[in-house]
């Protein structure tokens, strides 16, 4: 996939990535780590599902799904805006679901004469709230640093997911990155992804019980992202954009 910038679709899973202008630093200290979830809680929580992610010194990775109108405005970021309250409760949805159910475009008409309505299309407000977040946790940086100028690239790329295998490689690519990067000896002990997480017991706000189901459960999770970083590390230039 050649198109670092394809429309993000209401339903639609991506590899979303960014780093650094220059490849300089994004991420300083653990607590520009917490401020950056803590922008993207507020900016991109109501718009996007979170699978798994990554923070790294000078780049990040994030697995999501974009939200359909429906989902936005049940939501309560949506119930302040004047939409409906009440999504019911769903399955959880499998991988199959998630890569052959998106739809086919991603035009979604806003109400008419609702000055608050979602934009008509849902990837225009997700790209804003990308915008937002990174204007907000670019402006604390620059202040932290003594630094001026843009901190990230211009365009955050993302790659769509174009099959249930691309799916779990994406996952498993995610954590693994910061051993594969050589930024620590194994990637269990990097503390900024979401693997712990998607392990641990405590709440999340992370899509666990889905991420999990996909790969049948913890022992399976676990057995695999193994299985990954064996493989990985075993051949030669094993660094690449999945």
């Given amino acids: 996939m050649n198109d670092y910038w394809p429309p993000l679709i209401p339903g639609g899973i991506y590899h979303i990535y960014n780093r650094g202008n220059n490849r300089e630093n994004l991420f ?18 109501p718009t996007l599902e979170t699978y798994a992610y990554c923070l790294l010194p000078n780049h990040f990775h994030l697995l999501e799904r974009v939200k359909t109108k429906e989902e936005i405005e049940a939501g309560s970021w949506g119930a302040s805006r004047g939409h409906r309250v009440g999504l019911g409760d769903v399955d959880l949805p499998s991988l199959q679901d998630l890569v052959s159910l998106r739809p086919p475009d991603g035009r979604i008409v806003a109400e008419k004469g609702n000055a608050q309505a979602i934009p008509e299309e849902t990837g225009v407000l997700v790209s804003q ?16 640093e003594d630094r001026v100028g843009s901190l990230f690239q211009k365009n ?10 691309h799916l779990i490689n994406l996952a ?12 620590c000896g194994d990637f269990r002990d990097w503390v900024d992804n979401s693997y712990p ?46």
């Fill in 197 to 242: 997480a998607l392990l641990s017991d405590s709440s999340t706000r992370l899509q666990r019980a889905t991420v999990l189901n996909w790969f049948g459960g913890k022992e399976a999770f676990v057995e695999q992202h193994q299985g990954y970083i064996d493989w990985k590390t075993a051949g030669e230039g094993w660094i690449e954009e999945e």
């Fill in 156 to 165: 955050f790329r993302r790659k769509p997911v174009a099959s249930e295998q």
């Fill in 172 to 183: 498993l690519y995610i954590h693994a990155n910061p051993q594969l990067h050589g930024l």
């Fill in 28 to 45: 300083y200290t653990a607590d520009n780590v917490r401020f950056f979830l803590d922008r993207y809680t507020k900016y991109m929580e």
């Fill in 129 to 144: 709230q990308f915008l937002l977040m990174f204007m907000s946790y670019a402006k604390a940086i620059n202040k932290q």
